[in-house]
Nanobody, 126 residues
Framework: VQLVESGGGLVQPGGSLRLSCAAS????????IGWFRQAPGKEREAVSC????????YYAESVSGRFTISRDNAKNTVYLQMDNLKPEDTAVYFC????????????????????WGQGTPVTVSS
């Protein structure tokens, strides 16, 4: 599985960005796909995930109500719509995919997830 992120950039507080993750490989529908992020000086953390088992969506408490994950299976693309961005959302965002992980629990260690994209930076600053 190969994952390519796009859509990061600089945005003012309160603004919005939409990240995209283009996936390629076999049997992609069997993979849960999610997003991790790593802020400067901090560990990587799970942000959101969409499950292969039931299509359920899961969010970290810090982004719940502001971020929305969606999946377009026809385009093999997963999106992360980020609204009302805050400076603390500044991080490199990574798209991830895994066959075993079904997004529960959301907060797994990064080593648990098998496939990673290269990351796209998001900076929220005025």
């Amino acid at each position: 599985v190969q994952l390519v992120e796009s859509g990061g950039g600089l945005v003012q507080p309160g603004g919005s960005l939409r990240l995209s993750c283009a996936a390629s490989g076999n049997n992609l529908k069997s993979y849960s796909i999610g997003w991790f992020r790593q802020a400067p000086g901090k560990e990587r953390e799970a942000v959101s995930c969409i499950s292969s088992s039931d299509g359920g969506t899961y969010y970290a408490e810090s982004v719940s109500g502001r971020f929305t994950i969606s999946r377009d299976n026809a385009k093999n693309t997963v999106y992360l719509q980020m609204d009302n961005l805050k400076p603390e959302d500044t991080a490199v965002y990574f798209c991830v995919a895994d066959f075993v992980w079904v997004c529960r629990p959301l907060h797994v260690t990064p080593g648990y997830v098998e496939y990673w994209g290269q990351g796209t930076p998001v900076t929220v600053s005025s």
